[in-house]
């Protein structure tokens, strides 16, 4: 028999429990969650574009061509023109030849691992990646080699021992720590022992870069440099969904091979012209990154002031290191009880006792929004857990 009830009964003593907060309002800067407005300073939504008012238009009048569901998979025949228009925006925005549509960031991950490498190849990973990408490498079939987080020297001492098939695999911006990997380093260490690199660039397209191209155009590689970009529709863009760019081969592979791709339903096409929409912001509207820069800088400078343990981060994602994760759990909700959403983030997802209030900024946030919420963390009251 499964004893369930103890097992529950563990994480709740380890602080480890999760629950949901049920939201009651559309995605923003302010929220009604359980019933109470709140500040919110927990989601991915960096642009603001997850309620902005064009990028619905364009989703209501597409549900009125379209439709609600897509009926099928891309194979079958669920792929509209929609998808295709979408597709072939995001290639141009990023720089490649070809980009593909998958259902959600963990699909795009999964699926193109496991087509790209298998028995007899090995994949490198990054201790702190995603647990999408870290999936997707152990049920590959590759041999699965981690390496220290950011530490070259350590991989470039892996690879030299491999054989087949090496896949270096990476987020681009850490997303519960805030910083970014070294992939200048990276991709010359993999074109060394002619490895290809794979970034999952979820937390900084259309944050970083001039154009918001994400931590490729800020580092300035290209196709040739990283082969293989994924990235996410329901952060930055404001919607849903995932893709993964590359070389026509390489999208070619995927088609073939990708099963979360071949096996699952496409993604509303609705949702597709509401991305091409939010993908037009991004690219004109760069005020938003330059206020999410400066928002940013004033929240690390004002959290330095009060001797908060901040993370070392330049990312709209703002790490206070708390270390339990019943310290963490007790921070959120005593934030959570003065009116501010945010995530205590506790082990697996971080390692352990490295549990920390996982802070996220927006170019909807104004000063104040930051100032009141910096004035309910030097409260007295936090001193046991920050």
Request: proline fraction near 4%; charge should be negative; charged fraction near 20%.
């Amino acid at each position: 028999m499964f004893d369930l009830s103890q097992k529950l009964n563990e994480l709740s003593q380890q602080g480890l429990y999760r629950s949901r907060r049920i939201i009651e309002s559309p995605q923003g800067i302010n929220l009604i969650c359980d019933g109470k407005p709140v500040i919110n300073f927990c989601s991915n939504d960096y642009l603001g574009l997850a309620n902005h008012p064009d990028v619905i238009n364009a989703f209501k009048s597409a549900a009125d061509k379209f439709g609600v569901g897509s009926g099928s998979a891309h194979l079958i025949c669920g792929h509209s023109n929609a998808h295709h228009a979408l597709e072939e925006e995001l290639a141009a925005f990023t720089g490649r030849d070809r980009a593909l549509l998958f259902s959600t960031g963990y699909m795009a991950n999964m699926g193109t691992i496991s087509a790209l490498v298998g028995r007899g190849d090995t994949v490198f990973e990054d201790r702190l990646n995603h647990a999408s990408l870290l999936d997707g490498g152990l049920l590959s079939g590759a041999k699965f080699k981690r390496y220290t987080h950011a530490d070259a020297e350590y991989l470039d001492n892996l690879l030299a021992k491999a054989d087949g098939n090496k896949l270096i695999v990476t987020d681009g911006v850490f997303s519960m720590d805030g910083d970014t990997a070294p992939l200048q380093v990276l991709s010359d260490i993999a074109k060394k022992h002619s490895s290809w690199v794979m970034v999952d660039d979820a937390h900084g397209l259309g944050v970083l870069g001039e154009h918001g191209g994400g931590i490729l155009e800020q580092m300035g590689l290209n196709q040739d440099d990283v082969q293989v970009l994924v990235g996410t529709l329901g952060k930055a863009f404001g919607t849903f969904g995932a893709f993964v760019a590359g070389s026509e081969d390489l999208i070619e592979t995927l088609i073939q091979k990708a099963r979360p791709y071949i096996y699952t339903t496409a993604l509303p096409p609705a949702i597709a012209e509401a991305t091409r929409t939010s993908l037009k912001i991004i690219q004109t509207e760069s005020w938003r990154r330059d206020k999410l820069r400066k928002l940013t800088g004033y929240f690390k400078s004002g959290a330095e002031q009060l001797g908060l343990p901040l993370m070392v981060s330049t990312s709209p994602i703002q790490p206070i290191l708390v270390g339990s994760s019943e310290q963490a759990v007790a921070a959120s909700n005593g934030l959570y009880d003065r009116g501010f959403l945010v995530g205590a983030i506790r082990p697996p997802t971080v390692p352990k006792n490295s549990a920390r209030l996982r802070i996220t900024l927006s170019a909807m946030h104004e000063e104040q929004h930051i100032d009141q919420l910096l004035d309910a963390l030097e409260k007295p009251c936090y001193d046991e857990y920050l």
